[in-house]
């Protein structure tokens, strides 16, 4: 459970990044911020991946830039159903989803599959001492 609501924070924390960024991306309160993180989260664990197997051949076909025009598409459509969350062009939302992507796959490391935070140790601490 706990895991869950770190992706939620993460998602929120690169949503907010965004739209501080970007100059077409707004979010008028948290309390939109919040819903509209969780709604992000859950259309890329439902919708996305339904989206990017009928999309496959372009993918292929682009190397799989597409996936960038379809991540933008999803923060478009979280745009629709959150009311407080506005995006007010496709090229402010797709470089929002861009941002968006970078920023939870650099947290999302430190994340483990358990929704434990996963320490990176340094390899080698104890070089040169006998």
């Known amino acids: 459970m706990i ?3 770190l992706r939620w924070s993460i998602n929120l924390l690169a949503l907010m990044v965004a739209a501080a960024l970007i100059r077409g991306i707004r979010i008028q ?3 939109m911020g919040i819903l509209a993180a969780g709604i992000l989260g859950v259309i890329n664990a439902v919708i996305r991946p339904v989206v990017l197997i009928l999309t496959l051949p372009i993918n292929l076909l682009t190397l799989g830039l597409f996936t960038l025009v379809i991540n933008a598409a ?3 459509l979280v745009s629709e159903v959150v ?5 007010d062009t496709f090229r402010a939302a797709f470089w929002g989803a861009l941002i968006i992507s970078v920023i939870s796959w650099m947290l999302n490391i430190f994340v483990g599959s358990d929704g434990r935070v996963v320490f990176i140790k340094k390899a080698g601490g104890n070089r040169g001492q006998k």
């Open 74 to 76: 999803m923060l478009r």
């Open 29 to 31: 309160s948290i309390e």
């Open 3 to 5: 895991g869950f609501f």
């Open 83 to 87: 009311p407080g969350l506005v995006i």
